[in-house]
């Protein structure tokens, strides 16, 4: 009986502990975070994309270098993340539209991220980095 019930206490022991932890890296996410790379590459201008996660209400919006937009986290967890279908104004910054093209797609590919104090990293299904960000 003894053993029954302190492997069960072990076991609950490692669900609560996962689900606070768990909880910290998504609130970590809230905030606005400035993107610093598109596919590896450094971002060397000006158009700066944003993400600014609200994990309370599972919205993102920001800029993505040309356009602000809004949409909604349709999955997070501890390490998945994918973005609803994003809508964005209609600004059409004349040839300057290189950056914003590559976020969106980046947005749409995303489906799991890791954070490290203030980067976040986020991945698609491959597991191949597509965006890096720091929190603003």
């Known amino acids: 009986m003894f053993l029954k019930n302190y492997i069960l206490f072990i076991f609950f022991s490692l ?4 689900c606070v932890s768990t909880n910290k890296v998504l609130k970590s996410l809230n905030g606005e975070w400035l993107v610093t790379s598109i596919d590896n590459n450094e971002i060397k201008t ?3 994309p944003t993400i600014k996660f609200n994990i309370n209400s ?3 919006s920001g800029t993505d270098g040309c356009n602000n937009y809004r949409g909604s986290i349709e ?3 501890k390490d998945a993340i ?3 279908r994003i809508s964005k104004t209609k600004k059409g910054c004349v040839n300057k ?3 914003p093209k590559k976020f969106s797609k980046a947005m749409r590919n995303a489906r799991s991220f890791s954070v490290n104090k203030n ?3 986020i991945y698609n299904e491959d597991k ?3 965006l890096r960000a720091t929190k603003n």
Do not use: G
Request: avoid cysteine; glycine fraction near 0%.
């Open 119 to 121: 980067i976040i990293l």
């Open 15 to 18: 669900l609560f502990f996962s």
């Open 46 to 48: 000006t158009q700066i």
């Open 58 to 60: 599972n919205q993102i």
């Open 97 to 99: 539209m290189e950056i």
């Open 75 to 77: 999955k997070i967890d």
């Open 128 to 130: 191949t980095e597509i």
């Open 82 to 84: 994918q973005f609803s």
